[in-house]
């Protein structure tokens, strides 16, 4: 489906969402309301209007994160249903979050009704929407006809997506040949599809309804057809490129302008400014609340690292950020004065290819040893965060020296902000080898969302709490 057609649906399916949570929120309190309960319930006009806000948002928001929009148009009853349990259910928790902050006194009951009604209405909705739309659609919407330029792999392929398409009223009217000798005359895939020359594509738009042409050709035919793209311009039909020949194969291609110059622009890391953006505040409210929360323990660890061994408090280093930025890391000491000089005597204890990490480091005070089991060392980068350096969630910060060693596909790591924790730490910690941690990082950066971030935040603080795979 195209991505406009995608996005109707997810403006759609969330404006269902803030009406299908303030409905069962309604249904849940008149419901409660009615229950012959000796406590009678019952909330002021304006913290019921509260709620129900906070409600219809925060059920918006899980949506959002969870990527539960993406998925609703494929009408998976599996899916739908686990997706709207999920939302469902930290929805409530969100809540229940929110009347704890405000130090409400709601009824276990409604809550439990909020929750119920909130996943019947939205599973109901759901799985009946898709159907009916496409239902309306065939019956009564505009049918929206595509030509496709090419009869390779690429050209097939895109065929097939549009006849997957069908149910929302786009039609395949068949395909013209970039190269008419050795071309077929027809194409068969679900249906059978005539095979046209190029050149008879003006004649074709004039004698029937063609709504949009998508070309699937080979890179270096795409000169050749200056005159069929002014011939569309000129008609007023809308022209597509498959761009499935360039080999940029991690990476996201979209169309931005420079000025008035457009720029085809491909990216291996996530680009998206906006989520990036609530990631940074995300990253500048949990860390300085943890800095705040956390300023008398971190004084009492400063005190016993002064007291139980010489040498500074904070440990300082160079490390490689965004796109290799170099930046200051600081860390509770937790080895000797001199370990950085004792290195080159350990390196034959050097159990990774890349890394130096070695197990029951010689070089490790006694408090260190403990700080380091549970990464309390690293509680001073909660500031590195604050600053920008770093992130909550993201590859951790690599030393200059390992970076100049890394393989070309090991760089790509350095285009995400290095963050405290990451998917690795929750996996093995240091017992993975420094492949493992490439590999992991590189699942982050590809697969990277609000929602990973918050559940790696989530599995780190027991992962940490019980000091697994570290040394």
């Known amino acids: 489906m195209f991505s406009g057609h995608r996005r109707k649906l997810k403006l759609l399916f969330g404006l269902s969402d803030v009406l299908m949570a303030a409905l069962a929120f309604e249904l849940a309190y008149q419901s409660r309301a009615w229950l012959p309960f000796e406590r009678t319930f019952y909330l002021p006009l304006p913290v019921k209007t509260l709620l129900l806000g906070v409600s219809a948002l925060a059920w918006l928001a899980i949506g959002l994160s969870l990527g539960i929009y993406d998925r609703l148009d494929l009408g998976r009853l599996g899916v739908t249903v686990r997706d709207t349990l999920r939302q469902s259910l930290l929805g409530l928790a969100a809540v229940v979050l929110f009347q704890y ?35 309306l659609r065939r019956k009564y919407g505009v049918p929206y006809y595509v030509v496709v330029v090419g009869t390779g792999e690429s050209a097939r392929g895109l065929g097939r997506a549009l006849e997957q398409s069908v149910r929302y009223g786009v039609r395949l ?51 050749g057809l200056d005159d069929v793209l002014v011939l569309c311009d000129e008609e007023g039909v809308r022209t597509r490129v498959a761009l499935d020949f360039f080999p940029h194969v991690n990476s996201e291609m979209y169309l931005d302008r420079l000025g008035s110059l457009p720029l085809l622009s491909f990216s291996a890391a996530p680009h998206d400014e906006v989520r990036l953006f609530l990631k940074r505040v995300t990253d500048v409210a949990l860390a300085a609340a943890a800095l705040v929360i956390l300023a008398p323990f971190m004084l009492l660890i400063a005190l016993l690292i002064r007291l139980s061994s010489p040498g500074p408090v904070i440990f300082k280093q160079a490390r490689c950020g965004l796109n290799g930025r170099r930046f200051t890391v600081y860390k509770f000491r937790s080895m000797c ?89 929750l996996e093995g910690r240091d017992h993975l080898d420094f492949d493992a941690w490439m590999k992991r990082d590189m699942e982050y950066i590809d697969n990277w969302s609000l929602a990973l971030d918050w559940k790696i935040l989530l599995r780190t603080i027991p992962r940490v709490l019980s000091g697994k795979g570290a040394y």
Not at 111 to 117: E, M, Q, R, V
Not at 190 to 201: C, I, K, S, T
């Open 101 to 135: 902050l405000l130090r409400l006194d709601l009824s276990r009951s409604f809550l439990a009704l909020f929750g119920a009604y909130s996943f019947l209405l939205l599973c109901l909705f759901r799985l009946g929407a898709v159907n009916l739309m496409g239902a």
């Open 173 to 223: 009217v068949g395909f013209l040949a970039d190269r008419p000798e050795g071309a077929p005359q027809s194409i068969r895939l679900q249906a059978d599809y005539d095979v046209r020359p190029l050149g008879e594509l003006s004649a074709l738009l004039r004698r029937q309804v063609v709504d949009e042409v998508l070309f699937a050709v080979e890179g270096r035919s795409l000169a």
């Open 337 to 425: 004065q001199d370990a950085e000089q004792l290195k080159a005597e350990l390196e034959h204890l050097n159990l990774k290819t890349t890394a130096f990490k070695i197990p029951d480091d010689p070089r490790l005070t006694p408090l260190g040893r403990w700080l380091r089991k549970f990464s309390i060392d690293e509680l001073p980068q909660l500031w590195n965060v604050l600053r920008g350096d770093m992130s909550l969630v993201g590859p951790r910060p690599a030393v200059p020296a390992e970076v100049e060693q890394y393989q070309g596909w090991q760089r790509r790591r350095l285009r995400m902000r290095p963050g405290l924790t990451c998917l690795w730490a």
